[in-house]
């Protein structure tokens, strides 16, 4: 069966996480495999399914108007969305080891940063050492893709029920270094500027999914009005 393309929808933070959540249902449900990217209407920092703490002081910049807080569907630490294009996928996994899924589902993105000359490679830190920080980027585990210098590109988590499986990631670009600094009290991961434009990186990701993700299967479909009446009610 071929996957389902959904077009790039740029909202808010509570809207995406309804749009995941929503895929993850419809795959439930019988139906096909689903990918997107997106962004994120303006910086926003998402928590994962299970994280109980963060700064006091980021509720402090979400009173102020400066960050938006959601909780994600999927596990791991907080991300700022900002400077980053976000992908979402969907699928029945025949992976019983997680990390075999994880290096499974980014094979399409090692495909696309090798077309723009970046080979990346795997983590190695132990997942249990992301448990000790608030930041994603702030660990490389084997679920997260590294630069040959070492730097964080791509930090990605599931959820899963059964064999059907939900994978958030965030992919950096230009994170803000003023806003990264005031969340986590570090700068961001030392990152080369890609030589493409936003559009011709999403298009790039695009293709190197349907070759290396959806078997050559990718058809596009946007989101009927009954489907986002359904998406809405999630919020």
């Not at 399409?108 to 992301?130: I, K, R, S, Y």
């Amino acid at each position: 069966m071929a996957w389902r393309w959904i077009p790039p929808i740029t909202a808010d933070g509570s809207l995406q996480m309804a749009i995941d959540s929503w895929m993850f249902q419809q795959l439930l449900a019988g139906g096909p495999s689903m990918l997107r990217l997106y962004r994120w209407s303006r910086p926003t920092v998402s928590l994962g399914r299970h994280q109980q703490r963060w700064p006091a002081h980021w509720r402090r910049l979400q009173e102020q108007g400066q960050i938006d807080l959601v909780r994600r569907p999927t596990g791991g630490r907080a991300v700022l969305h900002a400077g980053a294009i976000t992908y979402a996928l969907v699928q029945r996994s025949q992976q019983r080891r997680r990390h075999e899924a994880y290096r499974h589902a980014c094979q399409w993105l090692q495909l696309a940063f090798a077309d723009v000359g970046e080979p990346l490679h795997f983590g190695a830190a132990a997942a249990a050492a992301l448990q000790q920080r608030s930041n994603c980027f702030g660990t490389a585990t084997t679920a997260d893709l590294v630069t040959s210098s070492g730097s964080k590109r791509i930090g990605s988590a599931q959820c899963w029920q059964g064999e059907v499986m939900l994978q958030h990631g965030s992919i950096l670009l230009n994170p803000p270094a003023g806003l990264w600094q005031e969340l986590f009290g570090v700068v961001p991961p030392a990152l080369a500027a890609l030589p493409v434009t936003w559009t011709q990186w999403e298009r790039c990701l695009r293709d190197a999914a349907r070759d290396g993700l959806c078997g050559g299967a990718l058809m596009a479909g946007s989101l009927s009005p009954e489907e986002w009446g359904a998406v809405l009610a999630l919020q």
